[in-house]
């Protein structure tokens, strides 16, 4: 497949992957939202979506390939982003491929065993109860991977066991600030809070800032192409803003999608890995595989709310089908 159909494909994974990814970020955004003036709801939608779309998902795609090619230079770099067929450019991301898919599939596989482990969630699949029970162990598990990861990693190249090593930290740095975001949310979300509309505004653009981490690095397995990230991830960014802004309790009713999200994060994660190591992957196999893996657990998202009646009481948190 090429051209133009590899195109709408790979646009169009990398929208639904954004969207998914995004659930939690919607659903705090909202809650923060409705403890916000009119004025400053507003200013969020434009200005956020100014900040979301081309800043932070722009510079993200960009500074990477900055990193990973320092070479370049900064300018460089942003005009690789956009000529990546010049050879020069082409053999100097070639070169640097392999150190930005072991670090950013390291972060996505850490990702989905701590969703796994740690976080409250709709039992979708079996299994998921006992490891839900297991959360101790999440840590073991991340060490024993990152450990492999490394050990693997410096038989081919020591550099790619430094950049799994980052990738690890980067999950830490990233995950401990979203823990620390949940007990802020609280304090901004009071009836009685005192923080300002302003601090609440910058808030909610740092926390874009750290949840658009997933999504930018889980990019890569679709695509190197920084013009094809910047339109499938804004996209899918522009409809997560809008969902945030009219309508995310009809997200929360889709009661499956957070763990179609993770296991096209894993997978998403194993194919970078695997890439990582020289590993042919076609380029259609990621997107479709997002599409499947979510339009799965959508489809049963639709099944289970179809089973409700008015009558039911809501489903309990950890419920399994």
Excluded at 279 to 289: N, Q, S, T, Y
């Amino acid at each position: 497949m090429g051209g133009w159909g590899a195109w709408t494909l790979t646009i169009l994974g990398l929208c639904v992957f954004e969207v998914v990814s995004s659930l939690d970020n919607a659903v705090v955004n909202a809650d923060v939202l409705a403890t916000m003036s009119e004025k400053w709801r507003r200013r969020f939608i434009v200005w956020g979506i100014l900040f979301a779309v081309f800043i932070v998902r722009g510079m993200l795609p960009w500074a990477i390939i900055w990193a990973m090619n320092p070479a370049l230079g900064p300018w460089g770099a942003f005009m690789a982003s956009f000529r990546a067929n010049d050879p020069i450019v082409r053999e100097s991301i070639e070169r640097s491929k392999p150190l930005l898919l072991i670090g950013g599939g390291l972060f996505l596989v850490l990702l989905f065993f701590h969703w796994l482990f740690l976080e409250d969630k709709r039992f979708g699949l079996p299994g998921e109860r006992f490891f839900s029970q297991q959360g101790a162990w999440f840590f073991a598990v991340a060490s024993l991977v990152l450990s492999g990861t490394i050990w693997f990693a410096l038989k081919k190249d020591p550099m790619m066991a430094f950049s799994a090593a980052l990738g690890s930290s980067a999950f830490f740095i990233t995950y401990g600030f979203k823990e620390y975001a949940e007990k802020a949310e609280t304090r901004l979300t009071g009836t009685r809070s005192e923080i300002s509309d302003l601090s609440k505004f910058l808030y909610l653009q740092v926390l874009d800032a750290t949840f658009s981490i997933d999504g930018v690095l889980g990019a890569f397995a679709f695509t190197m192409s920084v013009p094809l990230i910047l339109l499938g991830n804004g996209l899918g960014a522009m409809v997560v803003r809008d969902l945030t802004v009219r309508g995310v309790s009809r997200i929360k009713n889709y009661a499956y999608l957070k763990n179609g999200a993770m296991y096209s994060i894993l997978c998403l994660g194993g194919f970078m890995i695997a890439e990582s190591f020289g590993h042919e992957i076609p380029d259609w196999i990621a997107p479709v595989v997002t599409l499947t893996v979510v339009g799965y657990f959508f489809h049963k998202s639709i099944r289970q709310r179809g089973a409700a009646t008015p009558q039911d009481p809501p489903a309990a948190q950890g419920s399994h089908e």
